[in-house]
């Protein structure tokens, strides 16, 4: 069993930005792979980013690269997610996930997920 926190969402605005932060237990961290996904009204979960569990190598959907950076801390089993030049199109509920397995970037193949964490970026 794997518990997973979200916290540091808030309200932004267009060109600000924030730093999430995903606090995970209950479970070898270092062996998961991590994701961060996102939600809007009407819309389906989508992927945001994901760090591998062996060599922490980042992945991103494009509209978020050169803005976000996904990153860990195994020894804090702490997973975080940078985001820089917010704009109004970011704005979404964030979910922390986690998968012990390789890289994927569904949403059904992440086992465990967070509450959610609510981002608003204003124009």
């Known amino acids: 069993q794997v518990q997973l926190v979200e916290s540091g969402g808030g309200l932004v605005q267009a060109g600000g930005s924030l730093r999430l932060s995903c606090a995970a237990s209950?479970?070898?961290?270092?062996?998961?792979?991590m994701g961060w996904f996102r939600r809007t009204p009407g819309k389906e979960r989508e992927f945001v980013a994901a760090i591998s569990r062996n060599n922490s190598i980042p992945y991103y959907r494009d509209s978020v690269k050169g803005r976000f950076t996904i990153s860990r801390d195994n020894a804090k089993n702490l997973v975080y997610l940078q985001m820089n030049n917010l704009k109004p199109e970011d704005t979404a509920v964030y979910y922390c996930?986690?998968?012990?397995?390789?890289?994927?970037?569904?949403?059904?193949?992440?086992?465990?997920w967070g509450q959610g964490n609510q981002v608003t970026v204003s124009s």
């Open positions: 996930a986690a998968r012990y397995g390789s890289i994927r970037y569904g949403r059904e193949e992440y086992e465990y």
């Open positions: 209950g479970r070898t961290f270092s062996s998961a792979t």
